[in-house]
């Protein structure tokens, strides 16, 4: 018997609804673990929403609460509607899109990302995760494929401007939050609402611990990791946190004419020898922290005037909150070093926004590398340097988070760009993964 | 005979003209070397010229060419005239005064700074070279002293603004000089003629070289060097050359998350590296060349990318313009190296507006410091890290300069101060050594 052929030539881990569906229908469809998404689909609607939310410069704009972004979504939920999906928006003004599952007591397996863009950005960031996730829905609708799971596909509102929408689902969304003026100019609370939220009501739609059975969520990279090993797809294994922290550095302003060099007490020169410092610690020890000072000013700022006060932003990533401030500490040691060497004062202000590092799930890591093997791509357990709306929903749910590569490493830029053929794995990627965690 | 007493008991060098206009008179009047200037109107005409040209917060701003630097010059002049020295203004907006010698075939010896200010300056830079000079011929005049040279005080126009009267005396000044807007706001040429000055004929009060037997100059230090040192009185050897750079450093700007720090082209850590190579090259050989990065600017400048593009302002100041480009050359070197380790560009762009160095005459620097050693007071040799009008006369005449101690080596600054015993000595080194170079 074919049907009989099929289950011998698969391990029984695998046997697959779609396989079980076409012993029913009589019609021969693939099993699970023989369905592909349609890369096309994907690459073609990638390129369709990137005509929504263009400045008059032509340039990507499809800001959170914007009219592009309200564009956007309204046609990301008519291809929801079109799916079966029965979208609607919550509070925080996610977009969630449910499909049934065979048994209604299981918890929803949830997936997608955003599709709201940093200005000037581009057209991969958020949007493949959630383009991936309603070609999941439309290969399983084409198939016919039940999955015993619920499923949800889920367009989180306004991650670039601070992971706001998952921030609100999963009650991390403060009044003051609300209050806060939003890329778009509008306030964050208006913004919600202008795109179909409540935001008097946040707790209306909050998910709870144990409210979904796992998140998944595919992503490029924004960095050159993958690219530069020449590896398909990244196996996240949690997203990174950060310490931003001003540092002031007083020295004395005086005549670089007339002042000798050893009576010098150069903000500069102590501020360039802690930069160095910084590259030097973060460098000096194992692992995948990175430190950086991205933002410097002198003051006053002339040819002819030693500088007397620099300011430098420094920000700390890693997997570990601990290492971050293991790190903190040894820059502090060695400031010390040099405020006493150039004779100045050098002070640490950490800001107030720090971000604790959200670690993704060891199963769905399991599931997520297994998937990438069974297709027989190249893959990597990797950190998630860059914040995603997963780092929210971690704090109720099992997540997991798939990248691809990202040419040159370039992001939050129109340069950012992924191919064709590494979106398409991406998106098998997570189709396999949710079709695994939906049978384990 | 009380006279040929006199005579015997001062040197024959010494014998003063003022020793010889008492034997005439029959008044008895000190010795040349005895005069002494009286500290005590300085200081109060010090305070008074202050009082011009302040603004609506009562900070200094007599800028050249505006109405505080107007009415500080008309104040000026009548003491001039009240002195005897029939003041006129050059095409170049400087002030001359001028007193008869005996011998109207030898040059005149002349004297005196400037009083503008920069804005927010200092009661001391320029003005303390004014009415000390001013002061000179005034004890002169009191002491009926007739000198062999005639006697000129110049109030040099517009300093801070680039040296513009000084320049303007030597043939400095360009048509394209003359088109640049001042710091009053005025184009040059227009601010001019509004101080009395004719542009349009420079040429008519040009001084050529061996138009002038000598030029001297006091000034405060606007530096820490003799205060340091606990030292009353500076011979100034030269005023530095001044070569300023714009080094342009060129990385690539990259998400501070994603981007793994082997992977980076960090413009701000490769400028920060050339900093300390500057610092380390400067004062890594013998000598008072100093060395400034006084302005730096990275782009994108955020917490949370790493910096693309960082421009440095880097400023070599010594008196010997070979060591200038010595000292540049060596930190071009460096710059390539450390461009190698960080996969950066680094260029050097020259400013265009350089200035060589001006040295002081070597015979009138041992006459200053004979006058402060006669003084009993204590004395170093140095350099000028300033630039002032002298560098300008240094190319038609021989040229001197005094310096006085700067409490703090503060200066450009509110808090610029010289104490007035500094001023008094400083006033009196001056009149010594203009009467000692009238016998030479």
């Known amino acids: 018997m074919k049907r009989r052929t099929f289950i011998k030539t698969t391990a029984l881990s695998s046997l697959s609804l779609a396989a079980m569906s076409t012993a029913f229908s009589g019609v021969k469809m693939p099993l699970a673990n023989e369905l592909r998404v349609n890369g096309k689909r994907i690459e073609a609607r990638i390129f369709e929403l990137a005509k929504f939310g263009r400045d008059e410069n032509g340039r990507g704009y499809r800001v959170g609460y914007t009219q592009g972004d309200k564009e956007g979504r309204a046609w990301f939920m008519e291809l929801m509607k079109n799916a079966g999906l029965n979208p609607s928006i919550d ?51 084409e198939n016919k494929v039940e999955t015993n799971h619920p499923l949800e596909v889920i367009v989180f509102a306004n991650e670039e401007g601070g992971l706001i929408g998952s921030r609100s689902m999963v009650g991390g969304l403060t009044p003051e939050g609300l209050e806060q003026i939003s890329q778009s100019g509008l306030v964050m609370g208006e913004g919600i609402k202008g795109i179909g939220g409540n935001p008097e009501n946040l707790s209306g739609s909050l998910r709870k611990k144990g409210d979904l059975h796992a998140f998944l969520e595919l992503h490029i990279e924004q960095g050159g990791i993958l690219e530069n090993e020449n590896l398909q797809i990244g196996v996240v294994e949690g997203i990174v946190g950060i310490l931003d922290c001003i540092v002031t550095i007083e ?115 399991q599931k997520i590398n297994e998937a990438a093997k069974s297709l027989g791509l190249s893959s990597k357990f990797m950190q998630s340097g860059a914040g995603h709306d997963s780092q929210q929903i971690a704090s109720i749910a099992p997540v997991g988070m798939i990248f691809v590569p990202s040419v040159g490493g370039i992001s939050h830029s129109p340069k950012e760009f992924t191919k064709a053929e590494d979106m398409t794995n991406g998106a098998n990627v997570l189709l396999q993964t949710i079709l695994s965690v939906d049978q384990s």
């Open 91 to 141: 509070a925080g003004g996610n977009i969630i899109g449910k499909r049934k599952g065979k048994n209604p007591s299981l918890k929803p397996i949830a997936f997608g990302s955003h599709i709201d863009m940093v200005p000037d950005g581009g057209n991969y960031d958020g949007t493949l995760g959630c383009l991936s996730a309603l070609e999941v829905i439309e290969i399983l609708n």
């Open 251 to 365: 020295g004395f302003s005086n005549h670089a004419g007339t002042t000798p060099m050893k009576l010098r007490k150069d903000a500069l020169l102590a501020a360039s020898k802690l930069v160095v410092a910084v590259n030097e610690i973060v460098t000096g020890i194992q692992g995948n922290q990175v430190g950086t000072v991205g933002k410097i000013e002198a003051l006053p700022g002339a040819y002819n005037v030693v500088p007397g006060k620099v300011t430098l932003g420094l920000e700390i990533r890693d997997l570990s909150w601990e290492k971050i401030e293991m790190i903190l500490a040894e820059i502090e040691k060695r400031a010390a070093t040099i405020a006493t060497e150039t004779k100045t004062t050098i002070t640490f202000t950490p800001e107030a926004s720090f971000t604790k590092p959200a670690l993704t799930d060891p199963a769905l890591q």
